[in-house]
């Protein structure tokens, strides 16, 4: 028997997978539940499985039908696998979002920055701030990540408190904003936590990950020894990467160019919300050219190798202001994400190629990763003590090492979910005790598509399997009218024998609609059911492929 005040927790994205976030947390009975939302996020498309996808988000038909329930959507921070989705989703929920000041800041330059800019209103909460959303209050702890602002939550209600730890690190001297606050984690595990559901990303990794301070001094220490031109490109939204970046080119005595559009946006944000207080200001990119090798530093877009950014057009010598030559240098301060690696190294070896010198993370300490390793999640569950764990925000390999980590260091309880599944926190033992519609939606041009749609699907059977289109008229008699129309799109011209396989294709075509007894040649569907089976075990013996078939049949 459920109690009316069951704490329960669905990820409708972010489990078993590394983006797309979006938590879920109920208190109420199974009638009625009130919902707090936590996070929107995007995952990015795999071109190869996803052809002409770039944007995946979370099915939210839960939410839309739970809408009257939902009591608002409360953001961690503002990296897109965290808020990426809002301006596509939101109108599906509106209900009221709340966030930080810089990340309330971001994502309005983000709206601004669209074609049609959207109006969606964002509350601000100051950073450590509390508000009240129906039967929940949520407290925003601040935690070092690679982006300013980022903020664990601990969620309040009648039934418990969860500590939903958002995306974190443990930084002592993170360049910008607070170290994670470890003095209020511990207040609440004074308090007593029911549950904690946390960051799982680097679960698999031991020790704890170095801090900005260190990754700063590296880059300092290089550009001192560069003797060209520099430059540095990383993830727009790490404003304290900025920061060193910019401490290491004055400490150079280099200006900083800034190059790409959304690295100028987070500039701008950034030096709006103070957090570039006492950086000298940026020059844009129309002054590259006018100013010696030795003094300028170049901070672009593009760590991702996405084809349109400033390094790519860079390395391809195809951007109007920024040019490098030999004796150049440049310096990934990024880690490349899984799925980018092809891009970041062709752009890396289009660099060498011109005799410039790349220094990446593999070497150099230029980059650390804004997330928790082992020692750090020990480090939180000792602070936090929490009753329950729940790992989030990683793959199943990140998911079951937390899980693993959290049992060995004495957690009561350990829960591993997945996406859709409802999770009753507490009273009583925690357990997965239902299933909620999940899935993903698929940004395809400006439409959003469900991921079981055709399109896509067929795109990729297109990619690697072409397409035979096939037109053959009939006359009332059941006669061919005309010889049939055959054209091959993206498929081999010639069979092994180096004969054509369109005329092999157009050979099957009318020997498969003569074979047809007369009466069946009147019915439409059945001519193009027969020729289209006929087409593709006839390319198929040519090519060794199944291809797709379009068979247009008409009656004259
Ligand atoms: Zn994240
Ligand atoms: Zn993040």
Redesign the pocket.
């Known amino acids: 028997m459920a109690r009316p005040d069951e704490f329960t927790f669905i990820p409708l994205g972010g489990v078993g997978e590394i983006g797309m976030n979006l938590s879920v947390y109920g208190l109420g009975d199974r009638q009625r539940r009130s919902w707090l939302a936590v996070d929107l996020g995007v995952s990015f498309g795999d071109e190869d499985r996803l052809p002409g996808i770039d944007l995946v988000m979370p099915d939210i038909g839960f939410l839309e039908r739970e809408r009257k329930n939902l009591v608002g959507i409360v953001l961690?921070?503002a990296?897109e696998?965290?808020f990426g989705a809002i301006i596509d989703l939101w109108p599906k929920l509106r209900v009221p979002i709340y966030a930080t000041a810089f990340s309330a800041a971001l994502f309005a330059a983000k709206c601004a920055s669209e074609r049609n800019p959207p109006e969606i209103p964002i509350t601000v909460v100051a950073s450590g701030g509390r508000i009240d959303l129906g039967p929940f209050n949520v407290e925003f702890i601040p935690v070092a990540?690679?982006?300013p602002e980022?903020h664990a939550l601990a969620i309040r209600t009648s039934a418990g408190i969860v500590l939903h730890t958002?995306?974190w690190k443990i930084d002592l001297t993170p360049l910008i904003g607070k170290p994670t606050d470890e003095r209020r984690l511990r207040e609440l595990g004074d308090e007593g936590v029911l549950a904690l559901v946390g960051d799982s990303t680097n679960a698999v990794r031991e020790g704890r990950s170095p801090s900005e301070a260190e990754v700063a001094a590296a880059i300092t220490a290089i550009v001192k020894q560069a003797r060209g031109r520099v430059a540095v490109t990383t993830f727009a939204s790490n404003v304290a990467r900025i920061r060193a970046v910019a401490d290491a080119a004055r400490a150079c005595d280099r200006e900083v160019v800034v190059v790409g559009r959304a690295m100028e946006r987070v500039t701008q944000v950034a030096r709006e919300c103070g957090l570039l207080d006492g950086v000298r200001a940026f020059r844009s990119a129309e002054m590259y050219g006018h100013l010696p090798p030795d003094k300028v530093l170049a901070l672009c877009t593009g760590s991702q190798g996405e084809p349109r950014a400033a390094l790519a057009r860079i390395a391809g010598d195809d951007h109007p202001q920024v040019t490098l030559n030999k004796g150049d240098c440049v310096i990934f301060s990024s880690r490349t994400i899984p799925g980018n690696e092809k891009s970041v190294g062709s752009i890396i070896n289009a660099l060498i190629n011109q005799g410039i010198e790349v220094i990446t993370d593999r070497t150099h300490l230029v980059h650390v990763s804004?997330?928790p390793r082992r020692d750090e999640l020990r480090e939180m569950i000792s602070w936090v003590r929490p009753q329950l764990l729940v790992p989030v925000h990683g793959e199943a390999l990140h998911l079951a090492e937390h899980a693993q980590l959290a049992r060995d260091a004495g957690v009561p309880k350990v829960i591993t979910c997945r996406n859709g599944d409802l999770v009753r926190l507490g009273p009583g033992d925690p357990a997965v005790i239902d299933k909620v519609p999940s899935g993903r939606l698929y940004k395809d041009g400006f439409l959003l598509e469900g991921e079981k749609a055709r399109a896509v699907a067929e795109r990729r059977r297109l990619s690697f399997a072409g397409c035979v289109f096939v037109a053959v008229a009939l006359t009332e008699k059941g006669e061919l009218a005309d010889d049939p129309l055959v054209d091959l799109l993206g498929i081999p011209e010639k069979n092994a024998a180096g004969d054509e396989i369109a005329d092999e294709v157009f050979d099957i075509v009318v020997a498969t609609v003569e074979n047809l007894p007369r009466a069946r040649r009147r019915d439409a569907d059945a001519v193009s059911e027969s020729v289209r089976r006929a087409v593709r075990a006839a390319v198929a013996e040519q090519w060794g492929k199944k291809t797709l078939c379009v068979v247009h049949v008409l009656m004259v």
Do not use: P, Q
């Open positions: 961690t921070h990296h696998d965290h990540h690679s982006i980022s958002g995306d804004g997330h």
